[in-house]
Every structure is written in structure tokens, then in C-alpha cells.
């Protein structure tokens, strides 16, 4: 488990920086101590092995000593940002719910499920004078605790799949050289918490080789790249775009770091304005919470934004809705041979079913391979819309539009071109004819938190569905793309 690479790391080079969190730098020395006092304070609870402990923790820097530390006592935990997302976890019967004195939290009166006790951790755990000495500290970590991750990415809820912590270390290594990670690495995460995808796996794969950690959660997000030689930076495009509006202009560029951009496609401008300001070595990163990363793709001119370099290591197939595997250039449903073992969502067998098949994860992702045997992602045939990294569930959205143009049915897609790029598509079946004008005025208040993608209204005389009246949205999609491409005069 990580907790042993940590002590490792801190025999070998106790002065070497493990974590630097808001500007406070923590050395491995510190960082094994504080998680070993903090093992030795949740120890005196006595918590069942296996059992669930909730960690709300302003603090990140706090947040990790907490989780590695009961990880590494064979308990179960969870990270949420906030205490009502305790209630959407769906875990019943949680263990303890774990918070800071140091901070002003407060669980809601429902949380909507089971905690069997509040754990405050006084302030001065893991304080100087109470930290024993390096070479003191037990690798206690025979039988670690798993880990708990939420995901609404791909499936448009609220889903937990489980981590075995043996399982995780055994992929670390191959995730650290698919991402260039070693013990000499600097890596930028910003304000990830472990409630997050990349916010928990980057840390633990950089802490793993012997790397160091930044966590910057304040105004001035470029701050970090001025004071630290970093190697890696971690962004989506969203916090890409928030990191180089908060510089002004400021930052140096280093063309020896790696920015990894995950969770969704950048613009083109968005891409040169990264280039210029920031480094030149730009890589997309497609990954998701069940199947870990899949690419790590050099993007050296603007046509590498919709094409995607599988790593050798993993295997990725396009295939049609009766799972035959189809050729090159010929669009179907994503799916992912699973590595890792895993075999579905937490306490969730509907979802597991509909997601998990035969060995492979099927991420909800239109896409096709090109004769040169790179992926390019078409859009989503599930009910979620990704907006620069963020999921948006569309079932409300389509609902109120449906209500406002008293339509027969609106489905909303989103879509990549070649040509165009990513785009929202608003697909109505009116009930009678509508104006334009009526249409417009509806979309820009159900989509207007879409700020930076266009958003596309079409109208089309019946909606293709299935059996059971649920709209066949990959039809839909293919009929989008056969209009663009002129071979059908309308969808």
C-alpha cells in the first residue's frame, strides 16, 4: 500500500517533500509521522475491521493523513466534499463519520443514512511534539483497509465502486508509466480532493513512486507553478481555463512540464493559449473512475484534440449493440477490458448489469477507431452531457423543455465533429408547429449554464425509440451525422 512506499521514502530521504499543500511544505518524515499518530488515535476506537468511515475534511492536506491512516488499520473509507454528500453515497450502515475540530463543520440533522458515531480529530494530532521518530514507525499495513469512490460520470448517478487496496498497488506501476510518474516527480493537482477521480489515483500513484504532491485550493492557482519546478500538472478543461484566466499573464512557461488535460476535450484556442502560456507538452488524458486511464495522448497539432492513442497495455473495442466487435472507421458503443478485477458498482446489481459485460466496462461513449488505430470519442449515447469535464444529467433539462414547447419528445445529445468540434445538440418531436423564435428562448433557459460549447436546436418529426418507448439515442446520433453529412435530407 501506498503508507509503505510513504515510510520507505521517508527512511531513504526524510528531508525530501512529500506534500506541499497551500504553500506549507511536509516533508516524508512529517507526513509518516502524522499518519502514524493519527493511526495510533482512530486505533483507540476500536473500529471493526472492514467497516466505513466517511472522511468530510476541509483540510486535503488533513483529509489524506485521515485516509491513509484508517486505510492502513483494515478500515474502509470514503472522501465526500461536503456532509450532504454523505446521504448520496447510499451507504447504510456507516462506521463513523470523521471531521477536524479545527473546522467548523457540521453534519446535516437527515443525512438520510446510518453513522454510528462522529469522530472529531483534535487539532494536535500529528503535532511535532507528540510525532515519533522515523525509524520508529511500524509498517503496520499487512491487511489494509479498500477505498470507496462515487461516480456520476458515465452513468448519470450516484454510483460506489469498491477499491481493494492489494488489487490498486499492483496497478500502480503500470498507471505511473503510463503517465510518466517516477520518485523524481513534481506533480500539480490543484484543488483535487480524494472525492474525485484524479484527486485521489494522482496522489496515490506519485506518493506510491516516491514523488511529490502539490494541493493548492486557494484564488491564485497559478501560484504554485511560480514556486516549484513541476513536472505534472492535472487539469480538466474547466480548471485549465480558471488557472490560466487567475495568472493574468504571469506565468513562465516551463516547456519540460507535462499538462495532462482529462475529463473532456479542449478548444483549439483553449489548447494554443496553453502552449503559449503554460508548456508546450500538452497531453490528453482519457481515463474514467472504473477503468482507470486508457490514453495519455500527445496533442502537437490541433487534430490530436479528437484522437485518442490507446496504451498498448489496454485493450479498447468499438461494437454494436449486439457486442460484435466493428472495423475501423465504423461508429459504435466504447467498450474497456477491465484490468483490475473489478466487476461492477458497490451494492448496485441493476447498474452492474447494464454497465459491466463479460470482462468489460462499457462507459456509455459513442466512438470509432481511424485506419491509423486511434480512438476518437463521437459523443454520448447515455443520458448525460459532458461539458468541458463536467457530466450533466439531461433528463430534467429534456423534461422542462418538453413542458415549456408542449413538445412530444426532446432528447439532448452531445456531439463531436471534425469540423465543428463539440456542440449540444436539442432534438425536438413538436406536438404542433413551433416558432423558432419559442424554441430559442426555451433552450437558453434550460441550457444557458452551457457558457463555452454551442448549443444546436433541431426539429424532427418523430423521435426514434424502442419497444418500451425509451429513446434510441444512438439512432438518433447516427441519423445527426448521416443530415450533416448530406446522405439523408433530415434526421
Not at 450532504?84 to 437527515?110: F, H
Not at 478543461?237 to 499573464?249: E, F, H, I, R
Not at 447498474?351 to 488505430?373: C, Q, S
Request: hydrophobic share 45%.
Amino acid at each position: 500500500m501506498v503508507i509503505s512506499a510513504i515510510i520507505q521514502q521517508a527512511r531513504q530521504t526524510p528531508g525530501k517533500t512529500a506534500v506541499v499543500y497551500n504553500g506549507v511544505i511536509c516533508s516524508f518524515t512529517d507526513f509518516a509521522r502524522r499518519i502514524d499518530v493519527a493511526r495510533e488515535y482512530f486505533a483507540q476506537w476500536h473500529l471493526p475491521r472492514e467497516s466505513v468511515a466517511v472522511i468530510d475534511v476541509e483540510n486535503l492536506a488533513d483529509g489524506w493523513v485521515f485516509l491513509l491512516a484508517l486505510r492502513g488499520l483494515g478500515v474502509t473509507t470514503l472522501a465526500v466534499r461536503e456532509a450532504e454528500d454523505i446521504g448520496k453515497s447510499g451507504i447504510r450502515n456507516i462506521g463513523c463519520v470523521v471531521t477536524s475540530s479545527a473546522e467548523q463543520r457540521t453534519l446535516p440533522s437527515r443525512l438520510g443514512v446510518d453513522v454510528a458515531r462522529v469522530i472529531r480529530v483534535p487539532g494536535s494530532i500529528g503535532c511535532a511534539d507528540t510525532q515519533p521518530a522515523v525509524l520508529e514507525i511500524h509498517d503496520r499495513t499487512a491487511h489494509p483497509g479498500s477505498h470507496i469512490m462515487m461516480t456520476s460520470g458515465t452513468t448519470g448517478a450516484y454510483k460506489k465502486i469498491l477499491r481493494d487496496a492489494s488489487v490498486e498497488a499492483m496497478a500502480i506501476p503500470l498507471h505511473a508509466e503510463i503517465n510518466a510518474i517516477s520518485v523524481e516527480s513534481v506533480v500539480y493537482i490543484a484543488n483535487f480532493g480524494p472525492w474525485t477521480a484524479g484527486g485521489y489515483r494522482w496522489p496515490l500513484i506519485t506518493w506510491s513512486m516516491g514523488g511529490t504532491v502539490i494541493i493548492h485550493d486557494q484564488p491564485d492557482m497559478h501560484a504554485p507553478l511560480l514556486q516549484h519546478d513541476v513536472t505534472h500538472i492535472f487539469a480538466t478543461p474547466g480548471t485549465l481555463g480558471v488557472l490560466l484566466g487567475a495568472s493574468n499573464g504571469a506565468l513562465r512557461r516551463n516547456d519540460a512540464t507535462r499538462l495532462l488535460v482529462t475529463g473532456g476535450a479542449m478548444s483549439q484556442a483553449m489548447l494554443a493559449a496553453a502552449k503559449r502560456g503554460v508548456t508546450r507538452q500538452v497531453f490528453s488524458v482519457l481515463a474514467s473512475t472504473e477503468a482507470l486511464t486508457l490514453a495519455v495522448t500527445p496533442l502537437d497539432s490541433p487534430d490530436d484534440l479528437h484522437w485518442h492513442r490507446i496504451h498498448p497495455s489496454r485493450e479498447v473495442q468499438v461494437v454494436d449493440e449486439a457486442d460484435n466487435v466493428l472495423g475501423r472507421g465504423r461508429e459504435g458503443l466504447v467498450r474497456v477490458r477491465i484490468i483490475d478485477g473489478l466487476a461492477g458498482y458497490l451494492d448496485d446489481e441493476p447498474a452492474t448489469r447494464a454497465y459491466f459485460r463479460d470482462g468489460y466496462f462499457y462507459p456509455g461513449d459513442i466512438g470509432l477507431f481511424g485506419v491509423d488505430g486511434r480512438l476518437s470519442l463521437r459523443g454520448r449515447a447515455s443520458d448525460v452531457i459532458n461539458v468541458l469535464g463536467d457530466k450533466i444529467a439531461v433528463g430534467p433539462i429534456e423534461q422542462a423543455l418538453q413542458d415549456r414547447l408542449g413538445a412530444q419528445g426532446v432528447c439532448v445529445l452531445s456531439m463531436t465533429t471534425m469540423d465543428a468540434g463539440d456542440e449540444i445538440v436539442v432534438v425536438i418531436q413538436p406536438h404542433r408547429p413551433l416558432e423558432p423564435a419559442a424554441i430559442q428562448v426555451a433552450v437558453n433557459a434550460e441550457l444557458g449554464m452551457v457558457k463555452r460549447i454551442p448549443v444546436r436546436a433541431v426539429v424532427i418529426a418523430k423521435l426514434p425509440r424502442n419497444e418500451m418507448g425509451k429513446i434510441e439515442r444512438l439512432v438518433l446520433r447516427r441519423q445527426l451525422i448521416l443530415a450533416s453529412e448530406g446522405r439523408l435530407a433530415g434526421p
